[in-house]
């Protein structure tokens, strides 16, 4: 169909020893590439491979390809988390806003990107679909750009338009996008996401994530007005607030009236639905997570998660332990951003415990975690036991506070290392509890 049309094999024969070699992001994981790439193993020495998160397989992780393969990875998934936790990946602790910069200013020079990308349109333009995130960055720096052609990935609007003419390769295929099945949601996710909506005000710019609370607070927003989405990413609870009209921008001050986000996952529902959409633009992530633009909108309200939150305020997103488990991603973007905006609330999210029964509010955060979101950063937090806003709170008060809201079964424990650690003025914790 195109003169640079090869097979996957062939394409991916232009990778060579020693390259550093960029996977487009999430849904958009070109995995008939990564597959053709791992097959060339055997010829291939110390390929780095630089991805955030991906879905599908990552069989460059597999031990028996560690001489060939390497992954360096800016987001953790669970498809490389094995390989990093056990030293035979490498992970980067990054902003999600700063990581194009990381490609074009050769920080991390990229030698090939390969790209997941709509079908060519008459003009000769495909898309980068429900991916532009990191990857035009990627494609720009890249000195060689192969790409996985697939009538399946959506033609969105924004800033993901690519010329044949910046692609090396092109392989065609026909494969479905990988999609993310929504789950019935829990008792305590539904709370939560209660509990978050009864503080989103009508005309509130919107960012959330996917999973079980964001799904829960979309779903608890339903009499809500005049919301506006302007999010690293998100999914299917977005439609039906925009069929019913809850969802329209109007009173955002930049992009009105239109849903910016940088990356999607979701089912099949959602990429028909972001599918040559002028209300959806997908945008690069060093402009949907600039702060200097987050703070714009007003009312910002940013729900984002954790693994573990000390009775300081520290957040922990990124590890358990020293053991790296995902990434930085967009949460300080956000979580500033929203602080920056107009009557804006940033929030941490997470039920008390976790899926172990442990408290995921500590007197201290385990040794070596990482600290994504500081004290000082830190406001809204929320559980499934209720709301507490931390700023400007002094230490003892943050403790009081938190310990309200952590599981019944962990509350003592937190008052007393309050206790022991703010002496006499930690006395009053747990009193009103």
């Not at 729900?303 to 991603?329: K, R």
């Not at 500081?374 to 400007?392: D, F, K």
Request: proline share 5%; with cysteine.
């Amino acid at each position: 169909m195109y003169n640079r049309t090869l097979s996957a094999e062939d394409a991916v024969g232009r990778i060579k020893s020693g390259d550093r070699v960029f996977l487009h992001t999430a849904a958009a994981v070109p995995q008939r590439l990564i597959d053709a790439m791992v097959l060339r193993a055997p010829e291939l020495r110390n390929v780095e491979v630089i991805s955030l998160h991906t879905e599908g397989t990552a069989p460059y992780t597999k031990p028996e390809y560690h001489e060939s393969f390497r992954i360096n990875a800016l987001f953790v998934g669970k498809n490389v988390r094995s390989a990093v936790q056990h030293g035979d990946g490498d992970a980067i602790p990054v902003f999600l806003s700063d990581i194009p910069s990381l490609f074009l200013n050769n920080v991390l020079p990229l030698d090939v990107a390969l790209v997941h990308v709509s079908t060519p349109d008459r003009h000769g333009y495909c898309s980068l679909g429900v991916s532009v995130d990191v990857s035009l960055a990627a494609v720009h720096a890249a000195r060689l750009v192969i790409a996985q052609v697939n009538p399946h990935m959506p033609r969105t609007h924004g800033e993901g338009l690519l010329h044949i003419s910046k692609i090396d390769a092109m392989v065609e295929v026909s494969d479905p996008l990988p999609e993310h099945p929504r789950h019935e949601l829990s008792d305590i996710e539904l709370r939560i996401g209660n509990h978050i909506a009864s503080i989103v005000e009508d005309g509130a710019t919107l960012q959330m994530g996917i999973g079980a609370i964001p799904d829960a607070t979309l779903a608890a927003l339903t009499g809500h007005k005049d919301l506006g989405i302007h999010s690293e990413m998100f999914s299917d609870g977005v439609i039906e607030l925009v069929e019913k009209g809850v969802i329209n921008g109007r009173k955002k001050k930049i992009n009105r009236e239109i849903i910016v986000s940088s990356f999607l996952v979701g089912s099949r529902r959602l990429y028909d639905f972001v599918d040559d959409n002028p209300l959806v633009e997908m945008l690069p992530s060093d402009y949907v997570n600039d702060t200097a633009q987050i703070r714009r909108n007003p009312k910002v309200t940013a729900i984002n998660s954790a693994l573990e939150i000390d009775m300081s305020g520290q957040v922990c997103a990124d590890s358990i332990g020293q053991m790296y488990y995902s990434g930085v991603g967009g949460q300080m973007d956000f979580i500033r951003g929203a602080a920056l905006s107009e009557g804006g609330k940033p929030i941490i999210a997470i039920p008390s415990i976790t899926k172990n029964g442990m408290s995921r509010i500590v007197p201290q955060l385990k040794a070596g975690a990482g600290v994504v979101t500081t004290r000082a950063h830190v406001q809204y937090v929320v559980t499934e036991y209720g709301i507490v806003n931390l700023h400007g709170m002094n230490l003892r008060q943050r403790a009081e506070a938190l310990a309200s809201i952590a599981h019944p079964d962990f509350r003592e424990d937190i008052c007393r290392r309050a206790h022991e650690l703010y002496g006499s003025y930690g006395k009053t914790c747990g009193q009103h509890l």
